[in-house]
């Protein structure tokens, strides 16, 4: 018998494992819980669609943090969006 394929996507993981409270994934990897969970369980094929959705995170989150106003919730940061809440507020 013939053994399966072994996945040859590589985890994204790089050792720094802690949970983003408001985001709900790893600050280090960007994957979810759920994510992570499967990981080690699934095909290449599941495993490029987890980083395709780590690379999303990873954008929005550099995004807030370099402070621009690419998702809605970023803090105010100066742009005019950002301005316009600071007001708001």
């Known amino acids: 018998m013939s053994q399966p394929p072994t996945p040859s996507v590589a985890s994204p993981c790089i ?52 402070g621009e106003d690419f998702r809605d919730d970023c803090e105010p940061t100066g742009s005019s969006r950002g301005e316009e809440r600071a007001r708001e507020e």
């Open 15 to 66: 050792n720094v494992c802690k949970m983003d409270d408001d985001g709900g994934f790893c600050i280090g990897c960007f994957r979810t819980i759920a994510e992570i969970a499967v990981w080690s369980r699934t095909r290449d094929e599941q495993r490029l669609h987890i980083l395709v959705a780590v690379e999303r995170r990873r954008i929005e989150h550099s995004a807030c943090a370099a």
